[in-house]
């Protein structure tokens, strides 16, 4: 299979990393990846945060937990359970439970990624780009997350550490690393395909 192909069908949303940091260089080479994404009108809205100090990294995602267990307890225990299941493989949510980091599974690396506030496309062109870190990530040997759970940083009292500007909004983050787990395929839907 051609190799792009196959990488996209192996990329996995892996929740359990090994503890091993990865050089700037490997960082830059994904965030490079990132940056060939289309976007509309050619804005290239994206920016990057990246963390990779493990202490910071662990305090934050133990405030956006917090922020992000309150939105889900709202919802109910009974929407909770059914958003955990169709979130999660089974096998992932054990790996999860026993995982102390919830939120970014431990992964030595965090990017967050912005746009503008006021950019109608802008989180469109953020998922792209998040998508060929990712695949990109999966051409190293390298496995990733997306964390849309990342948006609640603002709400965090943390949000000041990341030094992004006002006119910013973060909708998501994508977390980096040598995955410690098999990730199973979460089963693809086969009906939504209408030929017309
Ligand atoms: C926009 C977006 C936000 C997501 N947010 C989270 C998240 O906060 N936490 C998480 O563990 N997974 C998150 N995921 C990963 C999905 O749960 C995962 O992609 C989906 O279950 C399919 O699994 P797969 O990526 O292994 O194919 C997110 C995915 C997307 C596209």
């Not at 060939?36 to 937990?65: C, G, H, R």
């Not at 169709?86 to 990624?113: C, E, Q, R």
């Not at 469109?124 to 990109?136: E, K, R, T, V």
């Not at 999966?138 to 009292?157: E, H, R, Y």
């Amino acid at each position: 299979m051609n190799q792009i192909i196959e990488n996209i069908y192996q990329r996995r949303a892996v929740r359990k990393y090994k503890d091993v940091s990865l050089g700037r260089d490997v960082i830059d080479e994904l965030i490079m990846a990132g940056k060939m994404a289309p976007s509309a009108m050619n804005k290239q809205p994206w920016k990057f945060y990246v963390l990779t100090d493990p202490v910071k990294i662990k305090k934050i995602s133990k405030d956006i937990e917090k922020i992000a267990l309150k939105k889900l307890k709202e919802k109910g225990i009974k929407e909770l359970a059914k958003l955990s299941l169709s979130l999660f493989h089974l096998s992932t949510i054990k790996n999860i439970l026993v995982t102390a980091d919830h939120v970014f599974y431990g992964a030595p690396v965090v990017i967050f990624i912005t746009h503008q506030r006021d950019d109608e496309w802008g989180m469109i062109d953020i998922g792209m780009c998040a998508q060929n870190i990712m695949l990109a990530a999966k051409a190293k040997g390298l496995d990733s997350c997306p964390v849309g759970f990342a948006k609640f940083v603002m709400q965090t009292d943390d949000y000041s550490l990341l030094k992004i500007p006002d006119d910013e909004v973060v909708d998501l983050a994508v977390v980096i690393g040598y995955g410690d787990e098999i990730a199973e395929m979460p089963k693809r839907t086969n009906n939504h395909v209408i030929y017309l």
